[in-house]
């Protein structure tokens, strides 16, 4: 049997637990959930390019997923998958205050509701798996073992899917904000040749070029996968990590947020979206909605809150039945590189609603918005990331893809 084991490092603490959101520390079913979305990903080209539409390749891509990863016990032809996972996690406890107290107001930012509050000085609200850089006994190792008929195929995707999560991605609560980033290490195996952690920002570049799948067609993808419409940025960097991940949280305040007197955090409000205040500030006073707020292209649900009238709002995603949730297409990662930290930004554009889907704007009375894949407006993330390219010049700033 064939085995493969990579070292992770924790680069960002991370908010990871159980159901009642209790810290537990690394499992392999948080892993193995991780590994089957950066594998999505990266098969969902390749699939496409075979079936004439998208229907069939869903199912083709839903087909291999069950077979490499295995289903659920309650599904039909429930199974393990084509190998096993074991996860040994060398992280420290988590910690209250994992990011200590009255941190910068870009890490609150980050944070968002239910994560972060400002009263009493800022401080986490959950316990957080702190982060552990640069040491051999801290982190955690992942081993996979194929079963015996598992091809070389298969090890490929697998593979391919836990280094694309050692270079993107996190675990946890706002994974997709920086929070609970994972650096690999290394990687070796039966097959594969060795990995080294990339020590520059050219390293990092080649080992990422290397995986990324070949995309063909100008269809939007029906779920977050690479395509002709993926960007990857490095969009700074900094020698602290926390440093650079406030920094990061204040750009995009900075860049969304309307602000309280003119000012946000002591600067100048840029007030990039005053349509949607307005739009919204009419919601609460009882008046129609007829549009959708440009900055739903963020994520839903976003909440509005209105100190001038202590007016309140939520946006949010209404499928035909109940309520959901819109996760955010644009990922960001912090990845150390040698003794650098590079925050690296992944826009993975996506068919952004299901058909028959609605956008909801909830005040003083319920109002739904019918939303179609025009209203969404894609370069209000495109400016937000030009603007690194844009307001800091002495900084990396690099296309990696798209």
């Given at each position: ?284 006073e009882g008046q ?16 509005y809150f209105f100190?001038s009238t202590k ?92």
């Amino acid at each position: 049997m064939r085995t493969i084991s990579a070292t992770f490092e924790v680069v960002t603490p991370m908010f990871l637990g159980g159901a009642d959101q209790s810290p537990d520390g690394i499992r392999p079913s948080s892993v193995k959930g991780a590994l089957r979305f950066w594998w999505r990903a990266w098969a969902w080209s390749a699939l496409r390019a075979q079936h004439p539409d998208d229907l069939p390749a869903l199912r083709a891509l839903h087909a291999q997923e069950a077979r490499l990863f295995g289903l659920a016990a309650k599904e039909a032809d429930s199974g393990q998958g084509m190998f096993v996972m074991h996860v040994r996690d060398r992280t420290a406890a988590a910690t209250e205050q994992a990011l200590g107290t009255s941190f910068d107001n870009g890490i609150l930012y980050l944070l968002g509701m239910g994560l972060g509050s400002f009263q009493g000085g800022n401080h986490c609200t959950r316990a957080a798996i702190p982060a552990q850089q640069g040491s051999r006994k801290s982190g955690f190792e992942v081993k996979l073992i194929f079963k015996p008929q598992a091809g070389e195929a298969d090890v490929l995707a697998v593979s391919s899917a836990l280094q694309l999560f050692g270079l993107l991605g996190a675990l946890g609560s706002r994974a997709r904000h920086g929070l609970g980033s994972v650096s690999m290490t290394a990687m070796q195996g039966q097959g594969i040749p060795n990995w080294q952690a990339p020590q520059s920002l050219p390293d990092y570049q080649r080992a990422l070029k290397l995986l990324l799948p070949p995309v063909a067609g100008t269809t939007m993808p029906p779920l977050s996968a690479f395509s002709q419409h993926t960007r990857i940025d490095a969009s700074l960097s900094d020698k602290d990590p926390m440093k650079l991940l406030a920094r990061l949280g204040r750009e995009q305040q900075a860049y969304r947020s309307y602000g309280k007197d003119g000012m946000v955090n002591g600067l100048q409000a840029e007030r990039n979206f005053k349509d949607d205040h307005n739009l919204v500030l009419k919601a609460t006073e009882g008046q129609d909605v007829k549009q959708v707020p440009e900055r739903v292209v963020f994520g839903l649900p976003h909440n509005y809150f209105f100190s001038s009238t202590k007016g309140k709002a939520d946006v949010n995603f209404k499928p035909e039945s109940g309520e959901g949730r819109r996760a955010s297409p644009l990922l960001l990662h912090i990845h150390r590189v040698g003794d650098q930290y590079l925050a690296i930004h992944t826009l993975l554009k996506a068919r952004f609603l299901p058909e028959r889907a609605r956008i909801e704007v909830k005040s003083r009375r319920s109002q739904r918005v019918d939303v179609r894949e025009a209203d969404i407006d894609w370069q209000v993330l495109h400016d937000y990331l030009d603007r690194y390219q844009d307001k800091n010049k002495s900084d990396i700033w690099e296309r990696i893809h798209g």
